[in-house]
């Protein structure tokens, strides 16, 4: 099983739409999560932290399902600017103390005029 | 808002040669890294360094690369003889706290705009 692990993609919908992207890690001592989005040739930026109780903002909700070591983003009302790479992050104990943010290769969506 | 930054934005450099590629991490931050991400591939830890040392590397960091904080504010990776293969987007990174710690805002990862190496 890879360490994270996303929906290959691409999503491409149209304005309006709502997509879930879903993530499955491997590794149960991870401690916290993350769904960063990418745009083409730049820098991650952290869209937002993911709860155990799951958690909303504004059009984004984050939901955690440890027992099933699960994370999933739902996007509603997609705009035209919601076009990225969603990359679902891990943050995974690599040996001792240490942490490690292990990303998932990205899920592309494209939102559609 | 604060923000990580890099230098060069791209370097293009012939195979054998070394690079250096330099970060300025946020301020108030402890915690410094380097990721990397080849064209069309997922974001790869290298390397996390506290403290003045190395706190945890992977097993891409072998003896080409060094990190090194020559002075209060910056942070550099240092590819020695570089190789076709080593072609990718070089993310530095920095946070306040310890990513391991209960979820908070201090130990979120901002990374900088990226430096695009070309090893030709």
């Known amino acids: 099983r890879k360490e994270v692990e996303q929906d290959p993609g691409p999503f491409n919908v149209p304005e309006g739409a709502t997509v879930a992207f879903n993530c499955t890690y491997s590794n149960s001592a991870s401690q916290s999560f993350f769904w960063y989005r990418q745009d083409c040739r730049k820098e991650p930026k952290l869209l937002m932290s993911?709860?155990?109780s799951g958690n909303e903002d504004g059009r984004f909700t984050a939901q955690l399902n440890r027992a099933s070591q699960y994370i999933s983003l739902l996007i509603r009302d997609s705009k035209l600017s919601d076009s990225a790479t969603y990359l679902c992050v891990v943050n995974m104990r690599s040996g001792g103390s240490n942490y490690k943010l292990t990303f998932g290769k990205g899920t592309l969506l494209t939102v559609n005029p | 808002e604060p923000e990580v930054t890099q230098t060069p934005s791209h370097q293009v450099t012939q195979m054998g040669q070394e690079v250096i590629l330099r970060c300025v991490p946020i301020s108030n931050h402890l915690y410094f890294y380097w990721y990397r991400q080849i064209l069309g591939q997922k974001v790869e830890f290298l390397v996390s360094?506290?403290?003045?040392?190395?706190?945890?590397k992977s097993e891409i960091f072998d003896d080409q690369f060094s990190v090194e904080r020559p002075d209060g504010s910056n942070f550099t990776l240092k590819i020695r003889s570089t190789k076709l293969e080593d072609s990718a987007m070089y993310f530095c990174?920095?946070?306040?706290?310890?990513?391991?710690?209960?979820?908070?805002?201090?130990?979120?990862?901002?990374f900088g705009a990226g430096s695009r190496l070309t090893v030709l």
């Open positions: 360094f506290y403290n003045n040392e190395i706190s945890e």
């Open positions: 990174a920095s946070s306040e706290g310890i990513p391991g710690q209960a979820l908070s805002g201090a130990n979120v990862l901002t």
């Open positions: 993911v709860y155990s």
